[in-house]
């Protein structure tokens, strides 16, 4: 275990206990509530007997969706908080979900060609470098399986949505690739049920600028399906709101690609 991955533990372990948005369990999830969230970009169809691993996606979440879906559902995640959220989540609805503590850039434990579909939500930019990541899901996924995976939108990486001057957002900070963008945001505000928010340290994160992200997932077989930036759909949000800031500035991408093999 190395000093990235013991700290990233620690600190989603601190996240999840804190009730951070992606620790919160789909409790209420249907059928259809599933459907629509993994279906909804028209890429993947049907699930039903896959073998999908969910990446680095703990929380009781993603999991769940693709087993009311009917899918083999693994679920690997760094912190050990948030795959019980994943127990219980699967309690909840009845489900049987494989659940695995571990560090995305090390799937060794699977064998080759294990997975129809690989999901990873926002997780790579907690690696310092994603090329054992992506020669990981390469190698554990089947030819022709399905790779989804969210990454930081790498040009406003470190744009802070509350620098809104009246005018526009502060993109001042150079262009890194591999840069520690957890220096310039030491804390994440989480939300509490009764609006007040608490304190928490970041977990380390990286930028991967866009050049690094498509030809390291070229390189290892991929081949380009779909991207879709992530905005807000609020009608005349108001300037400075981070609504606003997501359509001027869209955080991080939805990508689906294809493994050759």
């Not at 995305?104 to 997780?123: A, E, H, K």
């Not at 989480?190 to 990286?206: A, C, L, R």
């Not at 606003?244 to 939805?254: G, I, K, Y």
Request: include cysteine; glycine fraction near 6%.
């Amino acid at each position: 275990m190395d000093e990235i991955n013991k700290t990233n533990r620690e600190r989603w372990n601190a996240l999840a206990s804190a009730n951070v948005e992606w620790s919160r369990p789909f409790l209420d999830f249907t059928l259809e509530k599933a459907a629509e969230y993994i279906y909804r970009y028209d890429i993947i169809k049907d699930v039903a007997g896959k073998e999908v691993l969910c990446l680095a996606s703990g929380g009781g979440q993603d999991s769940v969706a693709f087993g009311l879906l009917g899918a083999k559902v693994t679920v690997m995640d760094l912190s050990d908080i948030q795959l019980t959220r994943d127990q219980q989540a699967a309690a909840h609805h009845n489900l049987s979900i494989e659940i695995i503590q571990g560090d995305m850039r090390d799937l060794s434990r699977f064998p080759d060609n294990s997975f129809d579909l690989v999901w990873q939500p926002y997780s790579v930019n907690f690696v310092p470098r994603v090329e054992p990541v992506y020669r990981g899901v390469a190698r554990v996924l089947k030819p022709g399986g399905i790779y989804y995976m969210q990454f930081a939108n790498p040009f406003v990486h470190t744009v802070d949505d509350e620098t809104w001057d009246g005018n526009a957002y502060s993109l001042n900070r150079s262009y890194i690739d591999g840069e520690n963008t957890s220096n310039y945001f030491p804390h994440w505000d989480v939300t509490q049920d009764d609006d007040s928010t608490i304190k928490i340290e970041s977990p380390h994160e990286f930028r991967h600028n866009l050049s690094t992200v498509l030809n390291t997932l070229a390189k290892s077989g991929f081949i380009f399906l779909y991207l879709q930036e992530y905005m807000l759909k609020d009608k005349n949000p108001e300037p400075g709101s981070w609504a606003h800031f997501t359509q001027v500035s869209p955080p991080w991408f939805d990508s689906f690609w294809k493994f050759e093999g």
